[in-house]
């Protein structure tokens, strides 16, 4: 049965990575200045290799060809050459990747312990924290995350390093929204009639926080936990700029600014890749932890 | 409704009107310089001073307010129309076209929404005149918003094809476009309503980020967006510290339009 949800997990995280390059494909193509080729303008070129070049282009003027013609250098390791850096598209990636795995990791830990701590302790009855908890998870989600790193450069000490203050950042962005939905579910859990029970019958708070709630709110806080994934590589986009940090979000930015499309489709990719897995993994766990409670 | 969401209902309409009113209330127009006075402090003729090509911030606020104010709603009807369409028409028909459009969905749901964003902007010519920037910024928010709300709206859907009012409209010889448009889309305004409400703060705040990087409205029409960009000199702003006046603002709005929006459903 698990083996069954991961195989379907697997395909369809297959057909929506497969859609995302198609839909970064499609934008590539009918991008304004797709086709422009420098290399007909030059006089040395005769009649022959011009029209060498067209035919090439019109070969790859069809979406379907071009897609097509892009999977298959993909599957060789090939993709592309960054047009405003002039190097590999592969090479950037490889390079660009891990500071902001390490950065956004680190930010969703640091995001989600104190969220998560903090919604679990508003389970408890408690007028003052409950205010405390919704006015801080309110305020937080007002600010962009752009402005959460400048305030960040502005209230740090000198020196800091930015990969530290993409985490950090991160972290402050995550974790509003982590405060606010686990909030949320484990609120809605404390109220069902089997916590009362409990409780009726005697057990200890702590015993019913972890036991009666965590556990039934588990799948739905894996649910969140997958989103929460998507959220910080987004917020690692205005975070990298603005901090200076070479990830893979300053280097979408770049990019963009540079209209770089083949850099661009590659990082759509890439990005759609890693939430989707992400996505679908916490999905085949939570559909096994709902079996199970079942 | 609480004290606490009809002062923020105020607090909007305040905000509203005057951004509605930019025209007659602002006391220069948002391009005018006085280059006799860039980098003011604010004073009784710039009340927020000016910025560091001499244009009258206050006056800047309130255009701005006008754009971000007028055009994220706007932005967030779009999003609510095609996500009320495309779920509607997912949770109704069911089956195939529901796949392909939940899919799709899905796709636009998992990419992080700030990297969608930035890379479609840059796939759309980037060198545009400032009005044209302004629409396509929120053109852009719009069209692209569409997924978490259909995912929505899809699931309501598909509860409301499976009710007996619908059963009953269906035996009595009601179907097709007549039992989605009489039956199941009237049912479908509280959850479009609500997703409305989720979406106008989400993409306010999603302009100030384009702004912030200098992919969203273009210069000289202010936006919330262009007008943070002033706060990234962070000397300049330890220095004059009425700039941060658009962020004041900014959280303010953005915390009233919190208070507004319907509680989540955590069930779902």
Redesign the interface.
């Known amino acids: 049965m698990v083996l069954h949800r991961l195989l379907r997990a697997c395909v369809s995280t297959g ?2 990575i497969l ?2 390059g198609l ?2 494909a499609t ?2 193509r ?3 200045g797709f086709g422009v080729d420098e290399r007909e303008f030059d006089p040395r070129r005769g009649v022959a290799s011009l029209q060498d070049l067209r035919a090439r282009r019109q070969a790859v003027g069809n979406i379907v060809s071009y897609y097509g013609g892009y999977l298959a250098r993909m599957a060789q390791g090939d993709l592309g050459v960054s047009q405003s850096l002039g190097r590999p598209v592969a090479e950037l990636l490889a390079e660009r990747l891990p500071v902001t795995a390490k950065a956004a990791g680190a930010g969703l830990l640091l995001g989600w312990l104190p969220g998560l701590l903090l919604a679990l302790a508003t389970c408890r009855p408690s007028k003052t924290l409950d205010l405390a908890a919704g006015v801080l998870s ?2 937080l ?7 959460v790193a ?1 305030a960040l ?2 209230a740090a000490p000198t020196g800091l390093r930015p990969s530290v203050a993409v985490g950090v950042a991160v972290a402050i962005v995550v974790f509003p929204r982590v405060l606010r ?1 686990a909030r ?2 484990l ?2 859990v404390a109220v069902a009639p089997h916590v009362q029970m409990a409780s009726a019958k005697g057990v200890g708070p702590y015993r019913i926080l972890i036991a009666h709630i965590l556990g039934p709110a588990l799948p ?1 806080l894996l649910a969140l936990a997958g989103v929460s994934i ?2 910080a ?3 690692a ?2 975070v990298e ?2 901090t200076d940090s070479p990830g893979i979000g300053q280097l ?2 770049q ?3 540079q ?1 770089d ?1 083949a850099l ?1 489709t590659s ?2 990719i890439l ?2 890749t890693i ?2 897995a992400a ?1 679908s993994l916490a999905g085949v766990v939570q559909d096994c932890l709902r079996q199970e409670t079942a | 409704m609480s004290s606490l969401r009809r002062l923020a209902m105020l607090i909007l309409v305040l905000v509203y009107a005057a951004g509605l009113a930019a025209n007659w209330l602002a006391p220069a127009h948002y391009a005018a310089q006085f280059r006799d006075a860039p980098d003011a402090a604010p004073s009784r003729k710039f009340p927020l001073g000016t910025d560091a090509v001499g244009r009258d911030v206050l006056s800047r606020l309130i255009y701005g307010t006008r754009v971000s104010l007028v055009l994220a709603p706007a932005a967030a009807i779009l999003a609510t129309m095609v996500a009320g369409l495309l779920g509607g028409v997912a949770g109704y028909l069911g089956g195939g076209m529901e796949a392909v459009i939940l899919r799709a969905a899905d796709l636009f749901v998992s990419l992080p929404w700030l990297f969608l964003l930035i890379t479609v902007r840059a796939m759309l010519p980037l060198n545009v005149p400032p009005v044209e920037s302004v629409l396509v910024t929120f053109l852009l928010l719009g069209l692209l918003g569409w997924a978490g709300p259909a995912r929505v709206v899809g699931a309501t859907a598909r509860v409301i094809r499976r009710q007996d009012f619908v059963l009953q409209a269906r035996a009595s010889g009601s179907g097709g476009f007549r039992l989605l448009a009489l039956h199941v889309l009237p049912n479908l305004k509280p959850i479009l309503l609500a997703q409305f409400w989720i979406s106008v703060p989400v993409f306010i705040l999603s302009e100030a980020n384009l702004g912030f990087l200098g992919l969203g409205v273009g210069e000289p029409v202010p936006s919330w967006g262009g007008l943070l960009r002033e706060i990234e000199n962070v000397q300049a702003v330890a220095a004059n510290p009425w700039l941060l006046a658009p962020l004041a603002l900014l959280v303010v709005v953005v915390g009233c339009f919190h208070l507004l929006t319907p509680p989540e459903d955590y069930s779902k």
Not at chain 1, 141 to 147: G, M, N, T
């Open positions: 057909l929506t859609l995302g839909f970064a934008l590539a009918f991008a304004p309110a305020l989600l007002c600010l962009p995350s752009a402005v400048l450069l502005f939905f949320g579910i609120g809605q739905s998507s959220v590589f987004g917020a986009i205005p700029v603005i979408a930015w990019a963009a600014l209209r499309v661009l990082l759509g990005v759609t939430t989707v996505n």
